[in-house]
């Protein structure tokens, strides 16, 4: 659409898009506070219980003392990208005219770094709305690639992040979840095109990925849940801070206390 167009009104645009004129007037409205206030509750509480569905979710803010319905909070879980873990009806269902590929990391040796790497999306809240954040991680040495914030959960921050990722070097599996943006195209061409083979969670099956849920649990209490971001370029800082924390200063266990930045190019 180009309102001001010098030879085709808004009306004639919108008609050979096929598109009714209120569509080109529309406005999209921010959330309420009380709505942001609930989002944030959400998300705390998913990481700690991921297997909460629109259910459990409402019967917990319900007991926190929020009137709320299941409708809204379905709603508000939709707008985060985030449901409960758990056997659902119609799980072979995905989006129309993408391929869904096949786990393949189950009892997968790892030795060495750039084996396995995996991707997810994860929510991230600001004082007056909130942002989707994009993370790229090595298996073997809990290494985080790449990293992109965007404001619409479409394929174009991810293709940044994987082509940032890759500019580091490449791995034998790719393994996600089946997310659209995972699932399109444009993601799984890229990986085609660079001979790596592609491995899908199985649906509600938040383990087949732990590297990534581990990451972003990382992630929420020692960063996003510590502070109260007024704006975007805040919330791109503060996590430009913490993943080089993560990657070249925070010891793990699981690394014999050694930090990612040393096992992953040792």
């Known amino acids: 659409m180009e309102p001001g167009h ?10 050979r898009l096929g598109l009714p004129r209120s569509s080109a007037y529309y406005r999209p409205t921010a959330e309420s506070k009380e709505s942001l206030c609930l989002v944030r509750l959400i998300d705390e509480q998913y990481t700690r219980t991921p297997f909460y569905g629109s259910r459990r979710m409402t019967a917990w803010l319900r007991a926190e003392g929020y009137r ?20 659902k009806p119609g799980t072979s269902q995905h989006h129309p005219g993408h391929d869904i590929y096949p786990y393949l990391l189950e009892d997968y040796p790892l030795s060495a ?3 396995v790497w995996s991707a997810d999306i994860t929510y991230c809240p600001l004082r007056q709305g909130f942002m989707y954040l994009v993370a790229i991680i ?19 921050f991810c293709l940044q992040a994987l082509d940032q990722a890759l500019g580091q070097g490449k791995p034998n599996v790719f ?10 195209q444009a993601f799984t061409g890229r990986l085609k095109i660079e001979g790596i083979r592609i491995s899908m969670d ?19 209490y020692e960063c ?32 014999d206390y050694q930090t990612p930045h040393v096992v992953h190019f040792a």
């Open 6 to 15: 010098p030879e085709l009104s808004l009306r004639r645009q919108c008609a």
């Open 68 to 87: 709320v319905n299941r409708k809204r909070v379905q709603r508000l879980m939709r707008r985060m990208g985030i449901e409960g873990i758990g056997p």
């Open 113 to 115: 770094a750039n084996q």
């Open 138 to 156: 090595d298996w073997y040495s809990r290494y985080v690639l790449s990293w992109r914030l965007s404001n619409t959960l479409d394929t174009r």
């Open 175 to 184: 393994n996600t979840d089946q997310g659209c943006q995972f699932t399109s």
């Open 202 to 220: 199985g649906r509600g099956r938040a383990l087949d990925n732990v590297f990534v849920e581990r990451l972003w649990r990382s992630v929420k």
């Open 224 to 255: 996003l849940y510590l502070h109260d971001f007024d704006s975007v370029a805040q919330l791109r800082q503060s996590l430009a801070d913490y993943f080089h924390f993560y990657n070249h200063q925070r010891f793990h266990q699981s690394l």
